[in-house]
């Protein structure tokens, strides 16, 4: 009976030690650190958008962002064209850009006419720069059809 009491014991013991996880211990990390690791997407820009309508065959470009400090930005328009809608973008016409400095609200206009039968997409590439930092971002507005 000995014997079974003590093999119970050491098949337990056996069992809690090779069924228990490890446990491993992390370093802290200085706050330095964590602003290294992780940074906000944007600082110097929030919100962006594209905008396109086209009425018979002249498109109407719209483009607006928000700026959280003065910055100096660069706001470029490119309407591109595909045959189906869902695929296969190509830079159909450079619409020219706009480079100013400013803060709050911004918002920019481009027209252009005698578009052929297609899909088309405003592109639309902002670039922000303030206290020497620079961020960039590229979006794309609805699809129109002519």
């Not at 030690?17 to 964590?34: D, G, V």
């Amino acid at each position: 009976m000995k014997r079974k009491k003590f093999l119970s014991v050491v098949l337990a013991i056996a069992v809690m030690m090779f069924s228990s996880a490890p446990i491993y211990a992390l370093e802290i990390q200085t706050n330095e650190e964590i602003q290294e690791t992780f940074s906000p997407r944007f600082t110097n820009m929030g919100a962006v958008y594209a905008s396109l309508s086209i009425s018979n065959t002249t498109a109407s470009c719209e483009c607006g962002l928000t700026l959280y400090r003065t910055s100096k930005i660069k706001i470029e328009f490119s309407l591109q064209k595909s045959a189906t809608g869902n695929g296969a973008w190509k830079d159909y016409r450079d619409l020219g850009f706009v480079e100013k400095t400013v803060t709050g609200e911004v918002e920019e206009y481009k027209n252009t006419s005698a578009l052929s039968t297609g899909y088309y997409r405003l592109k639309i590439k902002v670039t922000a720069t303030a206290n020497g930092y620079s961020e960039e971002t590229t979006i794309y507005s609805n699809v129109e059809r002519v």
